[in-house]
């Protein structure tokens, strides 16, 4: 009976150093997890803040991407298909945006959002159209121009889109 007592009383201090030895463990896995954490709290702290503005440079982007729209526009384009036929006093106009993507045409000067829209809705949407213009088309889309009358001849914008589609710069 002795033995048993023995024992009973060495299991019960093995299962008792047990208990402790993973309590030690737990409570220093714990202190690693908070030192962690306050680590991390630290370096949320020194990141700027969501309202705070932060500042990108974005002129190489749009550098490349005017030369990368003078080069689109330099590209032969084939003869359109669906021009609406020729009449006296029409200047070459086409009744939908051709070949996917119309032509930025703000990138001619003198040409804003506002032009862009009027010379849109006049069927005007590519470079080529403003190259091929002759006196009486400058005249007839320069009478819808309204305020902005007399802007074609004086930027030069048939110019400027024959200097596109060579790929150059409208302005050279």
């Known amino acids: 009976m002795e033995t048993l ?3 009973l009383l060495l299991f019960g ?3 008792l150093a047990g208990v402790l030895l993973a309590g030690w463990i737990a409570r220093r896995q714990i202190r690693r997890l908070e030192q962690g954490l306050d680590d991390l709290r630290e370096m949320i702290g020194q990141l700027p803040s969501a309202s705070e503005p932060v500042d990108i440079d974005l002129t190489p982007i749009t550098t490349m991407i005017k030369t990368l729209e003078y080069r689109i526009a330099a590209l032969p384009r084939p003869a359109p298909a669906a021009e609406a036929p020729e009449k006296p006093g029409q200047p070459r106009m086409v009744s939908a945006v051709l070949y996917g993507d119309k032509d930025n045409l ?3 000067s003198g040409i804003g959002p506002r032009l862009e829209k009027v010379l849109n809705d006049n069927g005007v ?3 080529w ?3 091929e213009w002759n ?3 400058i005249e007839e889309i320069d009478e819808r121009l309204g305020e902005f009358s007399g802007r074609i001849t004086r930027e030069d914008w048939v110019g400027q889109a024959r200097r596109m589609l060579e790929g ?3 302005s050279n």
């Open 125 to 127: 949407y590519y470079y």
């Open 135 to 137: 006196q009486r088309d």
């Open 129 to 131: 159209q403003l190259a």
């Open 106 to 108: 703000q990138l001619i």
């Open 13 to 15: 201090l093995g299962a």
């Open 168 to 170: 150059r710069s409208p």
């Open 5 to 7: 007592g023995t024992n």
